[in-house]
């Protein structure tokens, strides 16, 4: 087979940061766009999900690396200092702790260490109240009043929004981002995260660099984050089936297109991520990546991914998938919806490759979507709820994959059959064993029960020596795992179940216990 090496992709993310340098002085600042380079916006992006997560090591590894970008002390102190508002005091007094160290480490090694301007002083009659109260309406669109807790109201106004953004080291654009990625970095504030969201586009922060926001996140390993905030993002976005997202589409996949069904898109981005855009129907060809994970981290739309002889898994925003080195799997859009992810590869080994395999056929694709109305059916309509169970005994895993696959065909929970004395590993001594038990009648005691009750439906797909011998046919004789069978087994393996569903598929006719 084929196999086509993965090149790494030009880094362009933050595509809208502003160009100028650490060097800019307060005074020529504009509080409304961001101060960071690219560089510096990323590695911002990094410190401040770090610090939220209370991740010490990662973010003595981030700061290094943003004050290799020329973040300045003031700037990264800055930042830190502010987000005891967003994530405690114990957080940010550890990530200043950890900042000092790193500067001690790189000016005791001679390494360059610019210390940047520290905030301007405010004027004697400055009215920390007044002046955060106007910054808070604008950031939130509207006043805001918390009257039912009238202090927690005042510290917002005086001290987060007054005090603090007054202090001009960081724009009012440069604190959104600092915020918005150290949110993304905390479960349950959903809430929060959304409503700075919202407060960084009304500070200037443009489209671009929220995305870039998810970006490095996802480019710094911070998978589960960047799903968090692109969730965020595509729910306040308002994003549907159409192609109302947002997020760029970039160019014609064409380098790829041999490889896809129907039209995709390809947008490179920070640090090897690049957004991957499908138009409804679209999916790539099933494939495997050999030396190295790759991580998708769906940002809008609705798409399916799937691993082969294992159910589909819906992709909404914010899902996350990493796909294990060397599984062979395929993904892409909804049949009714436009979908995009971000991929990026992780774990990455010398010579890593993807092989290309065959193209995702229309039956499998339409049986998939076929499959989970059945499941949504089910699920919301109780009155005409039939439960289907597929058991299943494996020995070596063959069964236990050829069952997943016969499962997601038929929209069907599974049940395994594991045996309280196991047989041995070795198949010889199996095979006797199991003869022998059949000769004796035995009935070995097995782990775990199910009640089957009366609107179950029994599914028979026990294989008759002639249907073994025509998988042994089409196989050629080769012992291999059903997970990676030749196309024409699956296909027939597919044939079968639609069949057996016509001639076999009837209810219970009185509960029987397992």
């Not at 830190?80 to 000092?100: I, K």
């Not at 200037?204 to 480019?219: F, K, M, S």
């Not at 041995?424 to 782990?447: Q, S, V, W």
């Not at 599914?459 to 002639?466: N, P, R, V």
Request: charged share 20%; net charge negative.
């Amino acid at each position: 087979m084929k196999k086509i090496v993965f090149l790494a992709l030009a880094a362009i993310g933050f595509a809208a940061c502003s160009p100028k340098q650490a060097k800019e002085t307060n005074e020529t600042k504009d509080m409304n766009q961001l101060s960071f380079t690219t560089g510096q916006a990323a590695w911002m992006s990094a410190i401040a999900c770090h610090e939220a997560k209370g991740d010490l090591v990662a973010l003595e590894s981030a700061i290094h690396n943003g004050l290799e970008a020329e973040l300045t002390v003031s700037q990264v102190k800055e930042a830190l200092s502010q987000l005891y508002a967003y994530t405690g005091f114990p957080r940010s007094l550890n990530a200043l702790g950890t900042l000092q160290r790193v500067i001690g480490d790189r000016q005791a090694k001679g390494v360059k260490v610019i210390m940047g301007e520290d905030a301007s002083p405010l004027p004697d009659d400055y009215d920390a109240l007044q002046q955060g109260t106007e910054v808070q309406t604008r950031l939130t669109g509207k006043p805001f009043d918390y009257a039912f807790a009238p202090a927690t109201d005042y510290y917002l106004k005086a001290h987060l929004f007054g005090d603090i953004f007054a202090r001009d080291n960081l724009t009012f654009a440069d604190r959104e981002l600092v915020t918005v990625s150290a949110l993304s970095g905390l479960q349950g504030v959903e809430p929060q995260l959304k409503a700075h969201i919202a407060g960084a586009r009304n500070m200037g922060v443009t489209e671009e660099q929220l995305q870039g926001i998810a970006v490095a996140l996802a480019a710094n390993g911070l998978f589960e984050e960047a799903g968090r905030l692109a969730r965020a993002y595509d729910e306040l976005s308002n994003s549907d089936s159409g192609l109302t997202t947002k997020w760029s589409i970039g160019s014609p996949n064409t380098a790829y297109s041999q490889y896809f069904i129907g039209q995709s898109f390809l947008q490179p981005y920070y640090g090897g991520v690049a957004n991957v855009t499908f138009e409804p129907r679209c999916r790539n060809n099933w494939h495997v990546h050999h030396g190295a994970v790759q991580v998708l981290v769906c940002v809008s739309g609705k798409g399916w991914y799937q691993e082969w002889g294992k159910p589909a898994v819906a992709l909404t925003s914010g899902t996350v998938i990493a796909i294990p080195e060397g599984v062979k799997h395929w993904h892409g859009a909804a049949a009714d919806s436009w979908m995009q992810h971000l991929a990026v590869h992780t774990q990455e080994q010398p010579g890593a490759s993807n092989e290309w395999l065959e193209p995702v056929s229309d039956k499998q694709y339409n049986c998939l979507t076929a499959c989970a109305k059945t499941n949504d059916t089910k699920k919301n309509d109780s009155m005409t709820k039939q439960n289907i169970l597929v058991t299943y005994f494996s020995w070596s895993g063959n069964t236990r994959y050829a069952a997943e696959y016969i499962a997601n065909r038929l929209g069907a929970d599974q049940f395994e059959i594991i045996r309280e004395e196991a047989y041995p590993a070795d198949y010889d001594a199996c095979a006797e064993h199991a003869k022998a038990e059949k000769e004796r009648g035995d009935r070995p005691a097995i782990k775990g029960k199910v009640d089957m009750a009366d609107n179950l439906n029994v599914f028979d797909f026990a294989l008759t020596d002639e249907e073994m011998q025509q998988i042994a046919a089409i196989d050629k004789g080769k012992s291999v795992f059903f997970s990676h069978q030749d196309p024409a087994i699956v296909e027939w393996f597919g044939q079968m179940v639609e069949e057996r569903k016509k001639a076999n598929h009837h209810p219970a006719k009185e509960q029987t216990k397992w």
